[in-house]
């Protein structure tokens, strides 16, 4: 597979403008993640503000990571282990403060779940609250109250150009110990010397071992285009300015016409091939969902044929010691959904329909069962496979037939 890592900024890009991850853009993003492609958030939000969507992208039963704060950290999904790191020097704090009171401006950093701020009544402060699940504690004495060290300060005003010189004399005044940039109009976000998204997602990719031509990044603001530049492709959101798409290598769709699903469908999964799905990385990653809790592994698999195995133990058993129906079942419709995924084209989705199984013999404990799927039907809107399961020593236990609803991604 050409691409091994997918950099989404999240705001604009990932999200419509309704905060939303469309249906057909979480329909790829599990689709790519499933075949072994792991997705990185890569955004200004806090990561205690990235955890939502990162759980419903399910990026800690795939390998996936969080790039929060621009850059200030990276945070494993799967176990909450942060593998990088970059904060403020707290002795900076009374300087900034000083600052913000001279020209009015709120002030505000964050902390776990907290915003801690020196106005609680900014209806900006206020609005980042909402949008990331924080707490607002005002703290009269900003820098007093601030006991350990940021990872950024944002500085907040209506009054733009008040905000616009404050940063051209902050990026002469501030050089080597401080970068500052505007990320919204009314934020003036201050966080330290050389940290952002490329510059921390190279720290990223060395520590994976991912070459950057194995990359695929998408965003739509400026503070992307390093990152866009970085990876092998990068993508402009197609309401992107015109200065992040000449940055980029391809220009996708909006935010609100699926972009970041279009993107992912014409350059990787339109790529797949059956001789790339790596059944090794797919085991390892489903080890937190129901297949990996039940111990089912993938051994085998191409369009007309998919194998699993199955180990008859605590997890798959009845009280009495032979293999519980309902583990069979759930090994069944396994083999036949990665059947089904492995047939659907990039705009399609599956959803399982309907099961049925015949149980011929036992299975004991201490045994392994396998698998073995065949497609029966393969049609336009649905897909009927043939699963049969067999102990160690090839006896026929159940058969069933699992059928799968093939829809449009809309």
């Not at 776990?112 to 949008?131: C, F, K, P």
């Not at 940039?181 to 991912?210: I, Q, W």
């Amino acid at each position: 597979m050409k691409y091994k890592l997918l950099v989404l900024d999240v705001d604009g890009t990932l999200l419509n403008d309704a905060k939303e991850i469309t249906k057909r853009t979480l329909s790829a993003l599990l689709k790519i993640q499933q075949m072994g492609v792991r997705v990185v958030l890569a955004s200004g939000r806090p990561s205690y503000g990235l955890m939502k969507v990162a759980r419903t992208l399910e990026l800690g039963n795939y390998g996936g990571f969080i790039l929060s704060y621009n850059g200030c950290q990276i945070i494993n999904a799967q176990n909450g282990e942060i593998l990088f790191e970059r904060r403020i020097n707290p002795e900076m704090l009374p300087y900034l403060e000083k600052k913000a009171r001279k020209n009015g401006f709120a002030l505000f950093t964050y902390h776990d779940n907290l915003i801690l701020t020196n106005n609680s009544d900014d209806e900006h402060v206020l609005d980042e609250a909402e949008l990331n699940d924080l707490v607002v504690i005002e703290e009269e004495e900003f820098s007093t109250a601030i006991d350990f060290a940021p990872c950024k300060c944002m500085l907040v005003s209506d009054d733009e150009a008040a905000l616009v010189a404050l940063e051209e004399h902050w990026k002469k005044r501030l050089s080597g110990v401080l970068d500052v940039f505007r990320s919204e109009p009314f934020f003036l976000e201050v966080v330290p010397c050389s940290v952002d998204k490329a510059n921390t997602l190279g720290a990223l990719l060395e520590h994976l071992g991912v070459k950057r031509e194995e990359v695929m990044a998408i965003g739509d603001g400026t503070c992307d285009v390093a990152m866009l530049q970085l990876a092998g492709m990068g993508v402009a959101m197609g309401q992107a300015p015109d200065s992040v798409k000449a940055c980029a290598d391809y220009i996708t769709a909006s935010n609100e016409e699926d972009g970041v699903a279009a993107a992912v469908e014409k350059m990787i999964l339109a790529e797949v091939r059956i001789g790339d799905v790596p059944l090794d990385q797919l085991n390892a990653q489903a080890r937190h969902a129901l297949m990996g809790n039940l111990g089912i592994q993938y051994t085998y698999a191409d369009q007309d044929r998919v194998e699993a195995t199955m180990p008859v133990d605590h997890r798959t058993r009845q009280p009495f010691g032979i293999l519980h129906g309902g583990a069979t079942l759930a090994l069944a419709e396994t083999v036949a959904g990665l059947g089904s995924m492995i047939l659907c084209q990039p705009d399609e989705m599956v959803v399982g329909m309907q099961v049925s199984g015949n149980h011929i013999s036992s299975a004991l404990e201490g045994d392994t069962v396998r698998a073995v799927g065949t497609i029966v039907h393969k049609g336009r809107s649905s897909h009927v496979w043939n699963v049969d399961v067999f102990t160690s020593t090839n006896k026929l236990v159940s058969t069933v037939r699992v059928v799968n609803s093939v829809m449009k991604k809309r």
